[in-house]
C-alpha cells in the first residue's frame, strides 16, 4: 500500500494518477474537502475515465502536524510519497512554515519509523541547495547550504524537513530527496504557488527580472519520483530541474504560448527596492498577504544555475524541454479559459 501525503497538491494530484495508471493500492491525506475538486480536474485533463480512477484512493482526512490521524492513515502502509508543504517567503508566516514543513515531516518520519516503511520519497527544493559565488558554476547536490547565509523562511525550513528525512535514514528508513526548481503543471492556476505564473503572465506583467533559476514540468517530477522508488537507490537527493532560464525567457516563452504580450521593461534594482517595502507596508496597513517580500526580490535579481546530471545518470532520465511543456500548459489554461473566464 501506497501513502501519499500532498494528495490534492499540484505534485501530489499527478502523483495519484500516475500511480493509479500502474493498479497501484492508494491511500491519500486531504485536510479540506473542496480541494479534492482539484484532483479530479487534473484527472480530467488525463482520461475521460475520471471517476472510476478516483474511487480507487482511499482519501483519508488527516493532518500531517496531527499525529493522530496521521496514525490511521499510515495503516498497512510500505511506501510513502511526502508531498505535503507549506509554501511561503512571507516573514510574519515563520511559525507556520516551521510547523508544516519541519514538525510535519518529523511526524511523518516518525510514522515512517514504527510502522516499518520501506521506503520513504520527500518532495524538497532546490531552495535548499546552496548558491555559489561565482554564478556561471553549475550548482549540484554537493553545493554547500550555508545557514549563515540570509535564507527565505521557506528555505529555511525546507532545509529542517530535509534534517528529518536524514534522520529517518539513520533510524532504519530508506528514503530519497527531490529538489526540484520551479514547477510547472495544469490544475491549479489560481492557487499562490508555480501553476499560477501562466495565469500572471496572460493577465500581463509588467516587468521582467534577469535572475536564472531552474525550471521543470510536474510530470518530469512524478516520473523521478516513481522510478527513485523503483529503485535500488536509497538514501540519496537529487535536484530535478530540465533547463535553467532567466525570469526574462520564462516570461517571453510563456507569453508566445499564451498569444499575449510579453514585458518589456526591466525592473531595476530601485524599482525592486522600492516594491517589496511598499509591500510590506500595505500589509503592514492591511493584513493582506505579501506579494513581494525581501527575498523574492534577492532571488529574481540572483542568477543561479543548477546541474540534475546525477539524476539523468542514475535512471538515465530524460526532460520534457520547457518549450514544450509551456506550450502543453497554455493550451490546458486557454481551455480552462474558455470554459471558466477567470
Not at 490544475?187 to 503572465?201: D, H, M, P, T
Not at 516513481?226 to 517571453?252: C, G, H, P
Request: net charge positive; with cysteine; aromatic share 10%.
Amino acid at each position: 500500500m501506497i501513502l501519499v501525503t500532498g494528495g490534492t497538491g499540484l505534485v501530489g494530484s499527478h502523483l495519484l494518477f500516475k500511480l493509479l495508471e500502474t493498479n497501484a493500492k492508494v491511500k491519500a491525506i486531504y485536510r479540506r474537502e473542496h480541494k479534492l475538486e482539484l484532483v479530479k480536474k487534473v484527472f480530467s485533463y488525463y482520461t475521460e475515465d475520471v471517476a472510476s480512477l478516483y474511487q480507487k484512493i482511499e482519501w483519508i482526512k488527516a493532518d500531517i502536524t496531527d499525529v493522530p490521524s496521521l496514525e490511521i492513515a499510515f495503516k498497512d502502509v510500505d511506501y510513502v510519497y511526502h508531498c505535503a508543504a507549506f509554501v511561503s517567503f512571507e516573514p510574519d508566516k515563520y511559525h507556520q512554515l516551521r510547523n508544516l514543513n519541519i514538525k510535519g515531516t518529523a511526524n511523518v518520519v516518525n510514522l515512517c519509523i514504527s510502522n516499518g516503511v520501506k521506503k520513504l520519497c520527500y518532495v524538497s527544493s532546490i531552495a535548499t541547495i546552496g548558491h555559489h559565488q561565482n554564478p556561471e558554476q553549475l550548482i549540484t547536490e554537493d553545493t554547500h547550504w550555508n545557514q549563515e547565509e540570509d535564507n527565505s523562511v521557506y528555505a529555511i525550513t525546507k532545509y529542517g524537513a530535509e534534517t528529518e528525512v536524514w534522520r529517518g535514514t539513520q533510524e532504519g528508513v530508506d528514503a530519497v530527496i527531490l529538489n526540484p526548481g520551479i514547477i510547472i503543471g495544469p490544475g491549479f492556476w489560481n492557487g499562490g504557488g508555480s501553476s499560477s505564473l501562466l495565469k500572471k503572465v496572460y493577465k500581463g506583467m509588467p516587468y521582467y527580472t534577469k535572475g536564472v533559476t531552474g525550471y521543470v514540468d510536474v510530470d518530469d517530477v512524478v516520473k523521478a519520483m516513481i522510478l527513485l522508488m523503483e529503485s535500488d537507490i536509497k538514501n540519496e537527493r537529487f535536484i530535478v530541474i530540465s533547463e535553467n532560464l532567466s525570469f526574462k525567457e520564462f516570461q517571453q516563452q510563456t507569453a508566445l504560448a499564451l498569444n499575449v504580450k510579453p514585458a518589456l521593461k526591466e525592473a531595476s534594482a530601485f524599482i525592486l527596492a522600492v516594491g517589496w517595502r511598499l509591500d510590506w507596508l500595505n500589509q503592514v496597513l492591511t493584513g493582506k498577504r505579501r506579494r513581494l517580500s525581501r527575498h523574492m526580490v534577492k532571488s529574481a535579481k540572483s542568477i543561479t544555475q543548477y546541474d540534475a546530471s546525477k539524476l539523468k545518470d542514475a535512471l538515465n532520465f530524460k526532460f520534457k524541454p520547457m518549450s514544450i511543456s509551456l506550450k502543453e500548459n497554455a493550451q490546458l489554461f486557454l481551455s480552462d479559459l474558455e470554459k471558466n473566464p477567470y
